[in-house]
């Protein structure tokens, strides 16, 4: 009899997840509270653009089922959450669909199970929070039940390192609940990373994304050094890579996004700070981050003042190229700043058919190239394949690359 498990939440990281235990012979029961995601999945369709109909079709042939209650709980040998970690309004912690998860699984469940956490959490989360609610309903973790921290690291559109490749760091709250963990994962992963707790699992994640939020964000600070210096960062960063050694590649951008980076280091701060230590790295991250887009506005206006009728074509919305996903993306929150400041800005973004501002609701324009022409300015926000560049640059009168997409030395072209 094949193993069975249920993954809660299929969405960026829960759906790939739950592909590839299919795909290795799992009995595989998909919940989600989406309706929409459900009949979509049993229509055979995808919301991912990473995952093709044709993947959802295979899927869907397997051993796999999908429904939004938690009736099939009672089933498995395994539970895995993933659903969402964001932060709140004030910028806090915001556990409560983790919260939500147990309190409706715990009804279903029997002893023996285990429960894997996979969603990004402050070091800590899995023994303060994901245990006493397991404990409050009867069940003990390493005695009735096993419960054990494991981080996603998927990165969605990265088509070069495939799930099961990526190394899986692993934990339970006993040394039995991750040997079950263990058991669970090993015929899945070419390489389980064993660390002795799940606080060490939580903080590896949070380590990674701060790094790289660090990163990105001093990068963005040097590109505008650089522009004040009248020098292109795009030529300082070409030479600086030819270093062979000490010296770790990292690209400014329009800022940073994304559902991990802008977000993690956020609940670590919150951790760090309830223990008395300073994040200063962090605040100063954070700090650039959140100004990033008013930057570009200056840029955008130095370019082009915001005179009766200006016009301004924004080229993506995503985060990140060749992805339909708008977390925590900048292109949203520059648009809608460009129209408090009078421009009349239109977007484009393949993937994405209408924004919301807040009270206004911006629709992707239809796209040509001779379009381009009626514009005072188009900016590029997000460096999709698709985008015919050469074409942008000559039908253009001036471009504002925030991306490095176009060759130096045009004189309409003006670099981030």
């Known amino acids: 009899m094949n193993p069975k498990v249920a993954i809660i939440g299929l969405g960026y990281v829960g759906l790939p997840l739950a592909m590839l235990f299919a795909a290795k012979g799992y009995q595989v029961f998909g919940i989600d509270h989406d309706h929409k995601k459900v009949q979509m999945l049993e229509a055979g369709l995808s919301y991912l653009m990473e995952v093709s109909n044709e993947e959802i079709q295979t899927l869907t042939n397997s051993a796999f089922s999908v429904s939004t209650t938690y ?6 040998d395994s539970i895995i959450l993933c659903v969402p970690t964001p932060l709140s309004e004030s910028q806090l912690p915001n556990l409560s669909y983790v919260q939500t998860a147990i309190h409706d699984l715990i009804p279903f469940m029997k002893e023996n199970q285990l429960v894997v956490l996979e969603s990004s959490t402050y070091p800590g989360s899995t023994e303060e929070v994901v245990v006493p609610l397991f404990k409050r ?12 921290y494991s981080p996603e690291r998927i990165d969605p559109g990265n088509a070069h390192y495939r799930l099961e490749n990526i190394p899986k760091v692993i934990s339970g709250v006993t040394s039995s609940c991750t040997e079950k963990i263990i058991n669970l994962y090993k015929p899945i992963f070419s390489q389980l990373v064993p660390v002795s707790s799940p606080k060490v699992a939580e903080m590896a994640k949070m380590l990674e994304n701060a790094q790289r939020f660090v990163n990105l964000t001093f990068m963005n600070e040097m590109a505008r050094v650089c522009h004040e210096l009248d020098l292109n960062i795009w030529e300082v960063i070409e030479a600086t890579e030819t270093k062979p050694y000490g010296y770790f590649p990292c690209k400014p951008g329009p800022g940073v996004g994304g559902h991990c ?6 609940y670590l701060k919150w951790k760090a700070n309830q223990a008395g230590c300073l994040t200063e790295f962090i605040d100063l991250a954070k700090k650039i981050n959140d100004d990033q887009p008013s930057y570009l506005v200056e840029r955008i206006k130095a370019l082009l003042p915001p005179e009766q009728g200006s016009t301004v074509l924004l080229l993506g919305l995503t985060y990140k190229g060749d992805s339909n996903d708008l977390r925590e993306s900048v292109g949203p929150i520059l648009a809608k700043t460009l129209v408090d400041e009078g421009f009349i800005v239109d977007v484009y973004d393949p993937f994405v058919e209408e924004v919301n501002l807040g009270t206004v609701t911006i629709k992707s324009t239809p796209f040509t190239t001779s379009s381009l022409r009626k514009y005072d300015l188009v900016v590029l926000v997000t460096d999709h394949s698709s985008f015919p560049y050469e074409e942008i640059a000559s039908e253009s009168k001036l471009v504002f690359d925030t991306r490095n997409c176009f060759k130096n030395g045009v004189s309409h072209i003006h670099k981030l």
């Open 137 to 148: 309903a009867g069940f003990i973790a390493g005695k009735s039940i096993a419960i054990g």
């Open 261 to 266: 980076i802008p977000v993690d280091p956020l």
């Open 71 to 76: 009736q099939a709980i009672n089933e498995v």
